[in-house]
């Protein structure tokens, strides 16, 4: 009789506990850029999950292109807290990151020397559920190592950023558009623009022009934008969406209307 009462007792009291969990963030992703931000929620991308990064053309080899869109991703979506960046090339150009807003001081830097050396220091870094967000500068994957790799990030619910760096053609060629398990996946070029007789004498007072193309996006179809970046104010970051084709029918043939102006969109960051 004793025995039941007690074990009636224990049961109440493990009923009174509060289950403790670990914490999970269920934030989205965040590049900064308020239009592209918006095209993000709408599709509700997650934070947590792994995000590809590449360039194009030749930045396919140096990822500067990729690397500058990332430091702003960074910013926007990991204000606070360590940052784990795995690389293997040892060339990561502190200068250029801290151009874009990112806290160098927030940097834990990781030596690999191989691409699978670089998952399992990357997946070991969100297992460790310390971090803001972890980065991997890396050329080849396997869809297994990427499904590891969401998982964790899942769990962890802090972001996975992979940058791609292809050093050959014939690696570029093979991983360009190889499956992956990865929620997004940029595409990231230069773009020219326009210059002032300042800026052709010197090349380096002009804004950064880039091309960003979401060549992948869970729950979204894909969508491309132009941002410029002005490394004399900070603050001052613009993007507005890259129009597309209308959609094809049957309609008669008939000269095609100006198209219209896009406005970009000023953002300031406190």
């Excluded at 690389?87 to 502190?94: I, K, N, P, R, V």
């Excluded at 297994?144 to 050093?167: D, S």
């Excluded at 992948?216 to 934008?225: G, L, P, Q, T």
């Amino acid at each position: 009789m004793n025995a039941r009462i007690d074990l009636a007792q224990l049961k109440q009291r493990i009923a009174c506990i509060t289950a403790v969990r670990p914490e999970v963030r269920t934030a989205g992703l965040s590049t900064g850029l308020l239009p592209v931000d918006l095209y993000l929620s709408t599709a509700a991308t997650p934070l947590g999950a792994v995000h590809e990064i590449a360039g194009q053309g030749g930045d396919e080899e140096q990822g500067a292109a990729g690397a500058g869109f990332l430091a702003l991703t960074l910013k926007a979506s990991a204000p606070t807290g360590w940052i784990a960046w795995v690389t293997q090339e040892g060339d990561l150009y502190a200068p250029g990151l801290a151009a874009f807003g990112l806290d160098l001081r927030r940097l834990i830097l990781v030596s690999a020397r191989r691409d699978v050396e670089v998952c399992w220091a990357l997946e070991e870094a969100l297992r460790s559920r310390s971090l803001a967000a972890a980065v991997a500068e890396v050329g080849a994957l396997s869809l297994n190592a990427t499904r590891r790799l969401q998982l964790a990030a899942e769990q962890a619910g802090i972001p996975c950023f992979l940058l791609r760096r292809w050093r050959t053609q014939e690696l570029a060629q093979q991983q360009r558009a190889q499956p992956i398990a990865a929620v997004t996946r940029w595409r990231i070029s230069p773009q020219p623009h326009s210059r002032s007789s300042d800026q052709a004498t010197v090349p380096e007072l002009g804004p950064v022009h880039w091309r960003l193309d979401l060549w992948r996006c869970r729950n979204a179809a894909a969508a491309s934008w132009i941002m410029e970046f002005d490394h004399a104010d900070q603050q001052r970051v613009t993007a507005f969406p890259v129009p597309v084709a209308a959609t094809l029918a049957d309609r008669s043939i008939s000269p095609a209307p100006a198209a219209q102006s896009e406005t970009a969109t000023l953002l300031h960051f406190g």
